[in-house]
């Protein structure tokens, strides 16, 4: 199947074709600022990159280890992007947006079993795991940078998306693109069947309540990821995946002129828990300490500070109505 191809730099065209969707009020159009005030809007490091300007971006590094790989669509736009570690052959985040028209549902990952005879990750899967996702080496990282299929054989992890799959139902080559290894990080079946599919849950409507309807937000800024910072690793595959110690999400919900953050920390262990996601709350603030990742650092300086900074009591109750 064609893929589409890698954006370091997004073109401005791609950028205003996936930023014009009436679901997606507040875009910024290359470096203007988010209001007519002229506020601090982007703090990230954009090089003239409109892409990076997103509300659910990150602060990215500015170094040779680090490259973002921006994933998109001709008819949807962007589907996600990624900030990738070269040496260490593994993402730091994975951000996308969700709203009303990216989040319909025309495509069923169990379709994808029936295209064994086209799609030759599939038939690989099928062959070789017994079953027929599309799981892929990154057709944009050269070999020696990615990681490839044999890595995940014969190791006590399965292969955790970042984007999940249900984020992005909207198209079938959407939905390929987040089979792409460089959107997987390995995780035990504890976690992975565990409180992240229940965290992933409430980001993609799986379940009630949730957050990706329209009565709670206009637009979902997301941000997910697994420590592979030094010292935030939990151990190294014999096949020389990196293991994060611990997984996050970052979550920015804007509904109308109104914004609210939430946090999620948790520890990767093979525990299977099913313990509320509500256990696993904190603020953005604590998360940045955390990860050293400058979340949602393209908001004016001072509703990033009120959102980061809510105390836990008060994003429960924001967020678990």
Not at 34 to 60: M, Q, S, Y
Not at 86 to 112: E, G, H
Not at 113 to 135: C, H, I, K, M, Q
Not at 307 to 318: F, G
Request: charged share 25%.
């Amino acid at each position: 199947m064609k893929t589409s191809k890698l954006a370091l730099l997004l073109l401005a065209a791609l950028f205003m074709a996936a930023c014009g969707d009436d679901d997606d009020p507040i875009i910024i159009k290359g470096n203007e600022p988010l209001d007519d005030k002229g506020a601090n809007v982007n703090k990230n490091i954009t090089n003239g990159n409109a892409a990076l300007a997103r509300l659910e971006f990150p602060k990215t590094k500015d170094d040779a280890d680090n490259v973002v790989l921006v994933r998109s669509t001709e008819s949807h736009g962007v589907t996600y992007s990624i900030e990738y570690n070269k040496p260490k052959r593994a993402q730091r985040w994975t951000c996308f947006q969700l709203y009303n028209s990216n989040s319909v549902r025309s495509w069923n990952r169990n379709n994808w079993a029936n295209y064994a005879s086209t799609n030759e990750w599939v038939a690989r899967n099928l062959r070789d795991y017994g079953f027929g996702d599309p799981f892929q080496p990154d057709p944009d990282l050269p070999v020696g940078v990615r990681t490839e299929l044999e890595e995940y054989r014969n190791i006590p992890y399965q292969r955790g998306h970042i984007c999940a799959s249900s984020d992005r139902l909207y198209s079938m080559q959407a939905n390929e693109q987040t089979f792409y290894l460089s959107n997987i990080l390995p995780q035990s079946r504890g976690l992975n069947t565990g409180i992240w599919q229940d965290m992933e849950a409430y980001v993609n409507g799986n379940t009630s309540p949730t957050w990706n309807i329209t009565k709670f937000r206009d637009t979902l800024y997301v941000c997910k990821g697994g420590t592979i910072s030094d010292g935030m690793i939990r151990t190294t595959t014999a096949t020389g995946l990196v293991v994060p110690k611990y997984f996050f999400m970052a979550l920015l919900c804007r509904k109308g002129n109104d914004f609210k953050a939430l946090g999620l920390w948790v520890e990767h262990t093979d525990q299977l828990k099913k313990d509320g996601v509500q256990n696993y709350v904190v603020n953005i603030d604590y998360l940045e300490q955390k990860t050293g990742i400058d979340f949602f650092c393209n908001l004016p300086d001072d509703i990033e500070e009120e959102v980061e900074s809510a105390t836990v009591a008060t994003i429960k109750k924001e967020w678990f109505p």
